[in-house]
């Protein structure tokens, strides 16, 4: 296939799960366990097409960085065990190293609380040419912080400014936050990997039986479960509120592994095609340049 064609195809199956306008944005209307009509049977299919994915994706990467002019921002917002790491591992597997730079948002340092919330995630963007990847993100301070209210009046932020429209007031400044970054020549790109509470116990269960597996299970993240359905209105408000034409979330279904790898990888192709990269153009002097040296070296 060629590479036009194959760009084709990721638009298209990204598509479906891009969300860049929130107006009416509801999460019932996307399935966790969607697959696009692709069936267990097609997996080892698609387990190629993301291997095709990932290597016309380091090329993109290559003329991004040979390029640099253009960086990349994409951020991973997800409940937990729905496969961030597992999808940021996979995608990414065939990138030069050196032109990705990947950042973790814990619950911040004591340092970090004594900024404002985007500072942290600020001095982590990505440089020119780059690609930069946050797993979990300023996002946090809508979603974790909504839901544990508690944390909010913790976090040291005067409290005349803790009003009921803290949330719209935050939904703005990221809006403006993000536009601010594109305006610069970051492109940003969201992705929310929408696992199904069901499915988020069986992994859970599975951490606790598989020894190897032991080490990811902490049982705070099985006590978050029974706040459920405020993570997943503070999921929709999020969504609703930031999913913008130029900075767009990807509601992508994350119950099969497989399906959620693609999709990720579609997005970012997608993402990286609509910059039409080049190799810079070599002008006369450098072109003098690379002759004169070639003479040298024979
Ligand atoms: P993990 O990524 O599983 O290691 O967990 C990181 C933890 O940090 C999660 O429980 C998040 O909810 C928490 N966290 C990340 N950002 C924030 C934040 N801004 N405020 C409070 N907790 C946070
Ligand atoms: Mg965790």
Redesign the pocket.
């Known amino acids: 296939m060629k590479k036009k064609d194959y760009i084709k195809r990721a638009k298209k199956i990204s598509k479906p799960f891009r969300v860049d306008g929130g107006k009416g944005f509801k999460l019932k209307h996307f399935d966790p366990d969607d697959t696009l009509n692709l069936k267990s049977e097609d997996k080892p299919k698609a387990k190629e097409a993301l291997q095709d994915g990932i290597e016309l994706l380091a090329e993109l990467q290559d003329m991004l960085y040979a390029q640099d002019r253009w960086s990349v921002l994409l951020i991973f917002q997800a409940m937990?065990a729905a496969g961030k790491d597992g999808a940021i591992k996979h995608v990414m597997s065939g990138i030069n190293p050196q032109g990705c730079q990947v950042f973790?948002?814990?619950?911040?340092s004591r340092e970090e609380l004594d900024h404002d919330?985007l500072w942290r995630c600020m001095k982590s963007l990505p440089e020119r040419g780059r690609i930069g990847i946050f797993?979990?993100s300023?996002y946090?301070?809508t979603?974790?912080?909504r839901v544990h209210r508690e944390?909010l009046v913790n976090k040291r932020l005067p409290k005349e400014l803790i009003t009921k429209k803290i949330w719209d007031e935050r939904f703005q400044d990221i809006r403006n936050f993000e536009k601010y970054l594109n305006r610069n020549g970051t492109i940003v790109r969201k992705f929310f990997l929408y696992v199904s509470k069901d499915e988020q116990k069986k992994r859970f269960l599975e951490r606790i039986d598989n020894p190897e597996k032991n080490w990811k299970f902490?049982s705070?993240?099985a006590k978050?479960r029974g706040h459920w359905d405020e993570y997943m209105n503070a999921y929709e408000e999020m969504i609703r509120n930031t999913a913008t034409k130029d900075s767009p979330w990807y509601v992508v279904p994350a119950d099969n592994k497989w399906f959620t790898r693609l999709v990720v990888a579609a997005a970012v192709i997608d993402a990286l095609a609509s910059l039409n990269l080049e190799y810079p153009e070599v002008g006369e002097d450098k072109l003098k340049e690379l002759s004169e040296a070639k003479k040298l070296l024979q």
Not at 104 to 108: R, T, V
């Open positions: 937990d973790s948002f814990k619950a911040p919330f797993n979990r300023y946090e301070d979603l974790v912080v944390i902490s705070a993240d978050e």
